[in-house]
């Protein structure tokens, strides 16, 4: 089993571009997450989902939009990125009981 | 809304020393409590999931308690070795099956 995959594994945008973030789970797992982890912080929620075809913000969704058409995929959109969305991306995804599988993560820098 | 602390930020210690790691929350109606272990430039590892019925978690050298009432946790880590140095996060499980972390214990343990 892979676990979690994210794609790409690093990303530079310019202001204004758009990009999509790609995380896939091989473990069957009903619940998926974005996170984002600023330096020297813990990770913050972005969306989540309980299930394909749902999604749910989380605490810092603003300018992000999230899809869940298959249930081992999830995907993180950025329409307008900004210097702000500097980050390091973490998809996550577990079952209703267990706890949460990281994949690697994706370091994006906006300029 | 939930905010988790961890105190210290960092910790430098001597190879073989027993320590703890400090977690605290603001609200105590958590389904469980998690620790996560960060290596530099990696995702989270999953190290001990405490439900909110327990009062202890054992894996190896690694003990994890909670006491809900206080809005603590800790996490005890048995004669430490160079390899444990990592970012140590605990996260709080508020019922949506997403989590807030904290900031994370960065520790150092010195051959």
């Known amino acids: 089993n892979a676990g979690v995959t994210q794609t790409p594994k690093f990303r530079v945008l310019k202001t204004g571009q758009s990009m999509t973030l790609l995380c896939a789970q091989d473990m069957n797992h009903e619940y998926m997450y974005w996170y984002r982890q600023d330096p020297g912080m813990g990770l913050r929620l972005i969306h989540y989902s309980v299930g394909e075809g749902t999604t749910a913000k989380g605490e810092v969704p603003d300018g992000y939009n999230v899809s869940r058409l298959k249930k081992q995929n999830f995907l993180l959109g950025l329409e307008s990125a900004a210097p702000s969305q500097t980050s390091v991306y973490f998809c996550?995804?577990?079952?209703?009981?267990?706890?949460?599988?990281f994949g690697p993560g994706t370091r994006l820098t906006v300029l | 809304k939930q905010e988790v602390t961890q105190i210290p930020a960092a910790l430098s210690v001597p190879e073989g020393e027993n320590l703890v790691l400090n977690c605290s929350f603001t609200?105590?109606?958590?389904?469980?409590l998690q620790w996560f272990r960060q290596d530099p430039g990696k995702g989270l590892t999953s190290l001990l999931l405490?439900?909110?019925?327990?009062r202890e978690q054992t894996s190896g050298r690694l003990n994890a308690s909670l006491d809900k009432s206080s809005g603590r946790s800790t996490l005890y880590i048995a004669a430490s070795q160079p390899g444990d140095s990592a970012t140590y996060l605990c996260?709080?499980?508020?019922?949506?099956?997403?989590?807030?972390f904290g900031s994370g214990t960065r520790l150092q343990v010195q051959p």
């Open positions: 405490i439900q909110s019925s327990q």
């Open positions: 996550a995804s577990s079952t209703s009981t267990d706890t949460q599988y």
């Open positions: 609200d105590s109606a958590i389904y469980n």
């Open positions: 996260a709080a499980d508020t019922g949506r099956r997403a989590l807030t």
